[in-house]
């Protein structure tokens, strides 16, 4: 069952105070659809943190607030359309309270008051970050006569006003070079709003890590469908800005809602201790592939003293693992890249700053927080596989580790985005893998089946509900969210199981820490709720697709062929590429394999074309495709590998089956 509301991105949530009938105890009055304020339980466990976190040390807080020059009076950035694609207004309710409400973790209520200030602050005088007008931060540094721009942020509108308020502030200079420190989208997807394709082409440098490209493309097209709808769990896309909703995603309020672009860079950097001097600064990179991102790097600024950490350290402990979905993170090399970066630049660095949150001054405290971070994530390596050789599992190491008490009293190695428990969870599949040695689970049954079983098992399932209710009303919010999730699971029209399900994963987030288990919980609530949300008029970034190398077009055609729709095509096809090597494909049982440099004898057809015309089999249009390929030999073969794509879901239901 899938109940659907269409809503088009930027407008509010829709109402919830509808009250549907459903099933229930009879000694209990019916569960209804209406969102519900914390429960004294709630209320309790949030009030507990102000007596384990240190709430007089304001350190964080105050790097936040540092060195501020320009801030607009409000802050909302439209498209050319007018809709709003940014928007700190939103979260103008969080200067509303002096102490967190009751809806709110208080610890994630202080770090969603930091991401709440927002413009330009000086970092060091030739040192500017321009934050809170996205996600990222956008940096830039003051060269001889212009700017070299970090990590342009994710929309090309945001980026914009970012540059808009540097040379408004700080007098006009041009974009002399852009660095962009690792391949996720919130970093370069701006770049268009910062530097035009001709200034690059006339020698403005893109400046990025070995192997960018390819890993910002592929992560974006990929499994980009599937990532785009976990996502909006993930970032609480569709959730209201307010003291019950989202309160930002830990490293940043939000994601941009503008438009993406991508530009193919210029000069990739490929080693540690490789530099660059531009416009009289001088740049010395520090390699950092497979931590927080597949291709990422450091920036040492000797003349400033000063360290740009990228995503690798950011006030709040990361992800190993993201909940979106990616590829997991080694926590083991992300420690031994921050403990090479204390070696290379720790009794040098002056000030860090970072794509994130904010920087941090002073020797001490920079050699103390790179190595707390380091720490961090060993610990949740090494603990985690100490576990796993006493012989626990993924679920039962997660739920046995925390924080040494001396790092978790740090407020930057809280848990605002990444946690612990994911983490460990991250850590035990990149070592064992998803099997947990128990046999029954090798070849488990489809949820909805499982469901289906354990619901006749349970037998009455008003009773199941009652029970629940009471459980509920104990406290017992994750008992109740996993058995109300297999009710629903199994019985999707039963309301009261619906919205108990609700309720449960509701006082879940208001309690939750994690900025991103929040969005997940409240977001999960709220399409039990009132339906699921789908985005109206959203499409993938054409700018991505452009720079697909022919293998990425080669490897999407693979994943796009649905081989269950053509289980006995056969065929031997050459690429010929006017501009650069030539491929052979293979087709074996409706599987899309691919040699690079290779033309194989008679082959069943022969397709010419461009790079740039290979790209268009991606959009699995045959028109498009058949003007850009010229074919000789089998005529049908494109149209039958094109008329087996199957379709990516970018809609498939999450807590409905």
Known sequence: MRIVVVRTIGVAMLGLGLVLAGCSGDQ???????SKGATEATKTKNADVYTTLNFDDHSEQENAAKGLLASPEALEIKDDEGNVVWSQEAFNFLDEYDEAPDSANPSLWENAKNNHLYGLFEV????YQVRGYDMANMTLIRGNTGWIVFDPLMSVETAQAALQLVNDTLGERPVVAVVISHSHIDHFGGVGGVVSADQVAAGVPIIVPENFAEEAVSENVYAGSAMGRRGV???GAFLDKSETGTLGVGIGLGQSLGTVSFMTPTDEIKATGDTRVVDGITME?????????PAEMNTWFP???????????TASMHNLYTLRGAKV??????????????DLYGDQAEVSFEAHNWPHWGNDVIKKYLTDTAAAYKYINDQTLLYINQGYT?????????????????????????????NARAVYQLFIGWYNSVPADLNPLPKTDYAAKLVDYLGDIDQVIDKARTDFDNGEYQWVAEIMQQVVFAQPDNDQARYLLADAYEQLGYAAESATWRNEYLSAAQELRAGQVIPAGTAHSGAIVANMTPTMVLDYVGIRVDTTQVPDLNARINVHL????DYAITVRAGVVLYQPGVQLDDPDATWTTTKQGLITLASGDLDTATQAIEVSGDQTLLATILGAFGQFDTEFPIVMP
């Open 124 to 127: 060091m005088d030739g040192i």
């Open 394 to 422: 993924g679920d039962e190491i997660a739920q046995m580790l925390e924080l040494p008490p001396d790092l978790a009293k740090n407020w930057y190695t809280r848990q605002y985005y990444g946690t612990v428990s994911h």
């Open 303 to 313: 003349q400033f003293k000063a360290l740009w950490m990228a995503e690798n350290a």
């Open 329 to 342: 993170r080694d926590g083991n090399k992300w420690a031994e890249d921050l403990m090479e970066t204390l």
């Open 285 to 293: 990179f520090q390699m950092t592939p497979g931590t927080e991102a």
């Open 28 to 34: 209990r009055s019916e569960l209804t659809a209406d």
């Open 233 to 235: 769990y993930q970032y």
């Open 578 to 581: 006017t501009d650069d090597d």
